[in-house]
């Protein structure tokens, strides 16, 4: 006889089948559709492996997030949020929730190309995100802080300056148990300021990507 599997083995193989998949597309493939595959993966654990489980509603709660993904690929990023229920808290669907934290990138040691500047950013964050049914929502974000470059291309000189950039983003977010989420998103960052004399040569629009969050309510 087949023993079937028990509800917690029913997460952890499924969310090793996550893993697993996001390594292999982020070895094989462009990341530039990364969100919207770990997005799609979710969704189908929730329908599979997590159908037995009651309906887990989000407790009326701040929570803590922590970006899974960047530290690693592309690398040299760290994206801590602190998230505040503000709207419809205690229910699932269109609650909305203040976001606020701490973003750092380091990531032109693993990016950047040699004859690029060495870029390195730390700032706080401050947004909304609204979700809309099902684990659906929107997420607009301002990060904003202290930017410095090293052998910037035009003069060489360094530089240093305040900035600001919008991020937004699409994603889907599950309930792992009463205390704990997981969410994936796909988005692009838009230029919003710089305070320095080359500021006119940033990037406006920088290209979607893709992330993986671990959020646990207080």
């Known amino acids: 006889m087949v023993k079937s599997l028990s509800l917690e083995d029913k997460r952890t193989t499924s969310l090793a ?47 803590f997030e922590v970006n899974l993904l960047w530290p690693i690929f592309p690398g040299g990023i760290t994206d801590l949020k602190l998230m505040w229920p503000i709207l419809n808290g205690k229910q699932e669907d269109f609650r909305g929730e203040l976001v ?48 410095h470059e090293e052998n910037n291309p035009w003069d060489g000189d360094p530089i240093d300056s305040f900035q600001g950039r919008l991020w ?17 998103r796909y988005g692009f960052g838009l230029h919003l300021f710089r305070t320095d004399r080359h500021a006119d040569k940033e990037r406006i629009v920088v290209p979607a990507s893709g992330d993986l969050n671990l959020g646990f309510y207080f």
């Open 168 to 184: 937004t983003f699409v994603g889907y977010q599950h309930q792992l148990s009463k205390q704990a989420y997981l969410n994936a």
């Open 100 to 147: 606020t934290g701490i973003h750092s990138d380091f990531g032109w040691r693993f990016v950047r190309k040699d004859d690029a500047g060495k870029v390195a950013f730390l700032g706080a964050k401050l947004g909304y995100k609204q979700f809309f049914v099902y684990g659906l929502h929107a997420e607009a974000v301002v990060n904003f802080g202290w930017r």
């Open 17 to 63: 089948a996550i893993v697993g998949a996001t390594m292999t597309w982020t070895q094989t493939f462009s990341p530039k559709y990364l969100g919207l595959v770990l997005s799609a993966l979710l969704a189908a654990w929730s329908n599979t492996a997590l159908a037995e489980e009651p309906e887990l509603l989000p407790p009326d709660k701040p929570a």
